[in-house]
């Protein structure tokens, strides 16, 4: 993955999005890294990974609430303190 510093990436714009369609590019300002570019097709890719995700999560939580297996929040306070003791 690149890194160019956000001047030379101002300068530089059309370049750095023909090289986004084959790598990530890291934009820093001030030596930190503050943007990410990347190419359409991953970030698609990427939002569908996480759509896939949630509906993975809400269709367990959904079968939790049938199955009635909840817990109150302090009964959860407790599972997850005593998880991570």
């Known amino acids: 993955m690149q890194t160019v510093n956000a001047s030379t990436a101002k300068q530089n714009f059309g370049e750095l999005l023909d090289k986004a369609q084959r790598e990530n590019i890291i934009i820093s300002k001030h030596g930190r890294p503050v943007a ?4 359409a097709h991953d970030y698609e ?3 569908e ?3 896939f995700f949630l509906a993975q999560r809400l269709a367990l939580a959904t079968q939790e609430v049938e199955d009635c ?3 109150d929040g302090p009964e959860f306070m407790e599972s997850l303190r ?4």
Do not use: E, H, P, T
């Open 49 to 51: 990974q996480k759509r």
């Open 36 to 39: 990410v570019m990347i190419s």
């Open 69 to 71: 297996k909840l817990i």
């Open 82 to 85: 005593a998880k991570y003791k």
């Open 45 to 47: 890719r990427d939002q």
